[in-house]
């Protein structure tokens, strides 16, 4: 128990040494981009800017090239906590528009992924065939496909969730696919040839050896997946013209120069995927505990 404080600060320190070195960074390029607008106004008053005036001066804008930390953190604060969630002005609302697509498409992406993995190493087929197409489906850009995608299903009628759940399914299939294949392909030619020697059916070599070496590689490839899947939700709201949503709250702000406004919502993205990310190794830790395995931290 008395090691667990060190620990703690062995695991922490690092961590707080790489963000403060990143805000005292964000502060020094805020200075530096947002100096000629405030030069320009200072030249229009007749003022000239000693140097503290003219960090106050390019910290405090309304619209900069780019936002100091305290200025996003403000307007997060505003957007989240003194607004009602439920408002259209709150990041929460709008994050959880992007959020239930996010899920959609995740859900649906984890399914194709691993339905594919399977297929592919238990029909020689499949590997030949749908292996290639899987990885060559990753060769289009996002930005190209999703208004595609956007433009067809409007087409027919469908609109809203689906169009983003989609997008984010083709982002979040391929990590799934790709691990879940070597995961299942893991286990050693020997156990492989013991599963024969006992006799056992396909099924029972997949439940019983398969799926078991393939856990870590799922969970790692969902790690990815949630990520990517939360990029495709945002990217699927750009090109129709969404009223909620986080790609909406990004568009609207690049269209009146609200940059505070794009960054807040980017880095309410940010905290959804880390919370995303988090939730996936709970998961995990729990699930190799069941499996009477160790976790990583547990194991060092």
């Not at 695991?11 to 530096?32: E, H, K, Q, R, S």
């Not at 200025?71 to 009602?84: F, G, P």
Request: charged share 15%; glycine share 8%.
């Amino acid at each position: 128990m008395a090691g667990l404080p060190v620990t703690a600060g062995r695991d922490w320190l690092p961590v707080a040494t790489v963000v403060a070195g990143i805000v005292a960074l964000w502060y020094v390029f805020a200075v530096i981009l947002n100096a000629p607008w405030a030069y320009d106004q200072a030249g229009r008053d007749g003022v000239t800017l000693g140097p503290a005036a003219l960090v106050a001066a390019t910290l405090s804008q309304e619209r900069p090239r780019l936002p100091a930390p305290d200025q996003v953190a403000s307007e997060l604060w505003k957007t989240t906590i003194d607004v009602k969630p439920t408002s259209k002005r709150s990041l929460v609302y709008h994050a959880w528009v992007t959020l239930s697509a996010t899920l959609a498409g995740f859900a649906l992406g984890t399914a194709l992924g691993i339905g594919l993995a399977i297929a592919i190493v238990h029909d020689r087929t499949s590997d030949a065939s749908v292996m290639p197409w899987v990885i060559a489906s990753q060769t289009i850009p996002i930005l190209a496909i999703a208004p595609m995608i956007v433009v067809v299903l409007n087409s027919v009628g469908v609109s809203g969730l689906l169009p983003k759940a989609l997008i984010s399914t083709y982002l979040s299939f391929f990590p799934v696919a790709v691990g879940m294949v070597k995961g299942l392909r893991s286990p050693d030619r020997i156990l492989m040839d013991q599963m024969r020697t006992w006799n056992a059916s396909a099924g029972q070599t997949f439940r019983k050896l398969r799926w078991p070496a393939a856990t870590p590689y799922l969970f790692a490839s969902l790690k990815v997946a949630a990520a990517a899947s939360l990029v495709g939700a945002i990217v699927g709201e750009l090109p129709t013209g969404a009223q909620a949503g986080l790609g909406a709250r990004m568009l609207s702000g690049s269209y009146y120069g609200q940059t505070v406004q794009i960054w807040s919502a980017l880095f309410m993205a940010a905290i959804l995927a880390a919370l995303l990310v988090g939730l996936i190794g709970l998961a995990e830790r729990i699930t190799v505990r069941a499996m009477g395995g160790r976790t990583g931290r547990e194991a060092r």
